[in-house]
């Protein structure tokens, strides 16, 4: 291959690098979301990684000190870095699967003629669950999806073809409580595997999932931790670690096993626990005040509008104190859906969530740069004013 040119790497190491690509830089009101690039990882993060960038190490022993901390951190027995939630997802029904024989490791996602049965509430099914069938489960939803299941139906679920109940961490999922689903678990010797992909912060969530009796808990770490976005926590029970580590690194195999298309860079795995590392001895109090006052200055721009209600809400199902725009039957302007694309479409383009059903606008603040508050509240005064009226 030849070699990069000195004007191309300069290029390619340009802060400018994207709009020489024609790509639009955007104003992020919507959180740590995949879609727009998770979060910004702080300086020391990024540092962290140019300096594991320029040394070798063997990747089995690194995995294995980097579970250290993770366990210290979350009060786990033991932890891996992943390539996101979504591979830790996929490692958690692998390992559930085949524990580490490696004869059964070396099947999936070939599970024909083996356990493989993960349960989950009908209410707790999500975009993300497919990620459990990569390894080869199959789900058993139970319940409803407005009310989730109840105790009879989570022990009717469970058979010798079950390997774990799935729980999702998240307000808006109802049903059983994770109490009743570890009592239930555990009485039959099933493990408890957790999403917890955007429930960081608290930070109390990285110590208190473990705490209350889940066997295994993946995170993102490229949103609030504010790690690589490509990088993800699983930690847990050591015999479960253990077997998602086999299923995810295979040097020594003939084969490669089902993980290996998620292998984590040193460069990642470093700079995901000098973002863990950082997040865990933040203020954030003193973060929360730092966003509190930016959705402030936001939901100033429904002042004086007819049909628009702003208001800075907190609430356990939302990310921070979020400023949020209601649209009363009075407005008669263009929906949520076609506001939020003209927002998106301007200069500067802004993404913030919305809620057709609910005549919602919503900026989550958590990724809203410094000074960035005051354009995003301008933008939406002058939308207001192009199709609103005005309280004189």
């Known amino acids: 291959m030849k070699a990069m040119s000195d004007k191309t790497q300069n290029k390619q190491n340009s802060p400018n690098f994207f709009t020489k690509m024609d790509l639009k830089p955007v104003i992020n009101g919507q959180s740590w979301v995949t879609r727009l690039g998770g979060s910004i990882m702080p300086p020391a993060v990024l540092q962290s990684m140019a300096d594991a960038s320029s040394i070798f190490v063997d990747i089995v022993e690194l995995n294995k000190k980097a579970g250290e901390i993770i366990a210290r951190h979350t009060t786990a027995e033991a932890g891996i870095v992943t390539a996101g939630c979504s591979s ?48 080869g489960a199959k789900l058993v939803s139970i319940g409803s999806r407005k009310f989730g299941a109840t105790i009879d139906q989570l022990i009717q679920s469970i058979t010798s073809e079950t390997v774990a109940i799935a729980f999702i961490w998240h ?49 993102s770490g490229g949103k609030g931790i504010q790690g690589p976005q490509g990088t993800g926590i699983l930690a847990g029970k050591k015999h479960l670690i ?29 700079g ?19 966003w509190n006052e930016k959705s402030t200055t936001i939901v100033k721009a429904a002042e004086n509008f007819i049909g628009i209600e702003g208001q800075v809400v907190v609430a356990p199902d939302r ?11 009075s407005w008669d302007g263009p929906t949520v859906k076609n506001l939020l694309q003209e927002l998106r479409d301007g200069d500067p383009s802004i ?6 059903e609910a005549r919602e606008i919503a900026v989550v603040p958590v990724n809203i740069q410094d000074g960035e508050e005051v354009t995003i509240s301008i933008a939406l005064k002058k939308i207001f004013h192009k199709y609103g009226t005005y309280r004189s």
């Not at 040097?251 to 292998?263: H, Q, T």
């Not at 000098?274 to 933040?282: G, K, N």
């Not at 993404?351 to 057709?356: F, K, S």
Request: charged share 20%.
């Open 88 to 135: 830790a997802q996929l490692l958690q029904a692998a390992a559930c699967i085949t524990g580490c024989d490696a004869n059964l490791i070396g099947k999936l996602p070939n599970t024909r003629g083996l356990s493989r049965n993960i349960v989950i509430q009908k209410s707790h099914e999500n975009h993300y669950d497919t990620s459990y069938k990569f390894a």
């Open 171 to 219: 307000l808006r999922f109802h049903g059983l409580s994770f109490e009743e689903v570890v009592e239930v678990a555990h009485s039959k010797n099933i493990p408890v595997i957790v999403d917890a992909a955007a429930e960081l912060p608290p930070v109390d969530n990285l110590s208190k999932i473990i705490a209350k009796g889940a066997d295994m808990v993946a995170f």
């Open 242 to 270: 253990d077997a998602a580590m086999a299923n995810m690194l295979s040097f020594d195999e003939p084969k490669a096993n089902i993980g290996r298309p998620m292998k984590v860079t040193k460069e990642e795995i470093i």
């Open 272 to 290: 995901l626990l000098t973002a863990l590392e950082i997040f865990v001895d933040t203020d954030h109090d003193t973060v929360w005040a730092k």
């Open 319 to 329: 990310q921070g104190p979020v400023a949020v725009f209601n649209f009363t039957p």
């Open 351 to 356: 993404w913030l969530q919305g809620n057709e």
